[in-house]
């Protein structure tokens, strides 16, 4: 909902650009991205090994069912990521934590250019 969105955000809307889109290929279609990085618990390369820049866009699926094998399967090997996870026991991630260890690598990064 809109309310947990702006929650989410607290006091740092001024600085987020949040756009909304009714599908995925509308979003290929508006904002023509020039690299996609595709987060999954299938992906073979680690998430630390990818060179992202300024024109990256980072994309997850939901919490309980990922960004789904058909999804996966439209796209590049080699553009699908996996934070790896030292305890078998462990399958994955929660989405949050997912996305901010992927987000602060990529910052980093970004700062490190």
Do not use: C
């Not at 980072?58 to 058909?70: H, K």
């Amino acid at each position: 909902t809109e309310k947990a969105v702006r929650r989410a955000g607290l006091d740092y809307w001024e600085h987020v650009d949040l756009r909304q889109h009714d599908s995925f290929e509308d979003f290929l279609q508006q904002q023509a991205p020039k690299e996609l990085w595709f987060f999954t618990k299938y992906g073979r390369r680690p998430y630390y090994e990818a060179p992202f820049g300024t024109d990256s866009y980072l994309v997850f699926g939901s919490e309980t069912t990922g960004l789904g094998e058909e999804f996966l399967m439209q796209h590049p090997e080699e553009q699908k990521l996996i934070i790896p996870m030292d305890e078998p026991a462990v399958r994955s991630l929660n989405l949050s934590n997912a996305v901010s260890i992927a987000l602060y690598e990529a910052r980093r990064q970004l700062v490190l250019l």
